[in-house]
């Protein structure tokens, strides 16, 4: 059974372990107008607790309670129960070399945007709080040259709400 009518789906590529689908998705808005230039879905989220985050919250425990090797039925495909989450003030950070995680900026001209990260917007998951669901970052995209060689680069100018 899974949660709240989420979808689950099997992360074959190397990954080996059960996903939710669709949790998060992301859109990437030009600043000076404010135009949709760019979307993205995260294929897939299997959670556990990676980073201890705010370890100083009623109900936190210090060391990590859902691991990689408890959670998200890992390396067998048919499990047909398992059990995932993330511990009260800890966090499950994902790098940025993960698949599946990319906005095409190919086309797109130096200049600031924001990346609005938006979770669960499709209510997969009862939660107490549906107001903390979205969060962005401020972003300096530099370009030079052109085509698939161009020297491009990257800089953060702002953040968003924290939880």
Same mark, same amino acid.
């Given at each position: 059974?899974?949660?709240a009518?989420?979808?689950?789906?099997?992360?074959?590529?190397?990954?080996?372990?059960?996903?939710?689908?669709?949790?998060?998705?992301?859109?990437?808005?030009?600043?000076?107008?404010g135009?949709?230039?760019? !979307?993205? @879905?995260?294929?897939?989220?299997?959670?556990?607790? !990676?980073?201890?985050?705010?370890?100083?919250? +009623?109900?936190?425990?210090?060391?990590?309670?859902?691991? +990689?090797?408890?959670?998200?039925?890992?390396?067998?495909?048919?499990? !047909?129960?398992?059990?995932?989450?993330?511990?009260?003030?800890?966090?499950?950070?994902?790098? @940025?070399?993960?698949?599946?995680?990319?906005?095409?900026?190919?086309?797109?001209?130096?200049?600031?945007?924001?990346?609005?990260?938006?979770?669960?917007?499709?209510?997969?998951?009862?939660?107490?709080?549906?107001t903390?669901?979205?969060?962005?970052?401020d972003?300096?995209?530099?370009?030079?040259?052109?085509?698939?060689?161009?020297?491009? @680069?990257?800089?953060?100018?702002?953040?968003? +709400?924290?939880?």
């Amino acid at each position: 059974m899974s949660p709240a009518g989420a979808t689950l789906v099997w992360g074959g590529d190397g990954h080996n372990h059960w996903h939710v689908r669709n949790l998060e998705s992301y859109e990437l808005q030009r600043l000076d107008n404010g135009s949709k230039v760019g !979307t993205a @879905a995260k294929g897939g989220f299997c959670f556990f607790d !990676t980073t201890p985050f705010r370890l100083t919250l +009623p109900g936190a425990p210090l060391g990590s309670v859902y691991t +990689p090797l408890t959670v998200c039925g890992q390396d067998n495909q048919n499990t !047909t129960s398992l059990k995932m989450g993330v511990s009260v003030g800890w966090g499950d950070k994902y790098g @940025a070399n993960l698949r599946d995680q990319y906005i095409d900026v190919t086309n797109l001209v130096s200049g600031n945007y924001r990346l609005v990260a938006t979770a669960d917007a499709a209510n997969q998951f009862s939660e107490m709080n549906e107001t903390n669901n979205t969060t962005w970052v401020d972003l300096k995209l530099t370009f030079g040259g052109k085509g698939k060689g161009r020297n491009k @680069a990257v800089s953060i100018v702002g953040y968003g +709400p924290l939880p």
